[in-house]
């Protein structure tokens, strides 16, 4: 069970974004101000470490765009599937689509009972 989405209209960001700098991957901090939305980077660009959680890949156009979160972060949001979306606005400074007038944000909601117990869950 895929524990991240994307939207067609973020999928479509993306892939603009992928022409411009290569592959691209998400992290979401869970800091104040910019860490409060998931960040695009170029892949490589954003190094994540024992601090961070794979949350699994979206898949653009068949090619996966990893997303990470912070494990405190994580904690609170365990219980949780993820959808990053795209809204008009500025986004978050260091994020690739910060100077293209839109930014990503992610949406949540509750796993189910069912998804909890797949395996493959984070836990």
């Not at 998931?38 to 601090?51: D, H, I, L």
Request: aromatic residues 8%; charged residues 20%; hydrophobic residues 40%.
């Amino acid at each position: 069970m895929p524990r991240v989405d994307v939207t067609p209209e973020a999928a479509e960001v993306i892939r603009g974004l992928r022409a411009e700098h290569g592959d691209v991957m998400f992290h979401q901090s869970g800091g104040c101000c910019d860490g409060s939305a998931p960040m695009c980077f170029p892949v490589g660009e954003f190094r994540t470490g024992a601090s961070d959680v794979h949350l699994g890949d979206l898949v653009v156009d068949g090619r996966p765009v990893p997303v990470w979160m912070s494990a405190a972060q994580f904690e609170y949001w365990r219980h949780t599937h993820l959808t990053i979306d795209v809204v008009p606005g500025r986004g978050a400074g260091f994020s690739l689509e910060a100077p293209s007038g839109v930014r990503f944000l992610t949406r949540s909601r509750l796993l189910t009972d069912e998804e909890l117990t797949l395996p493959g869950d984070l836990g």
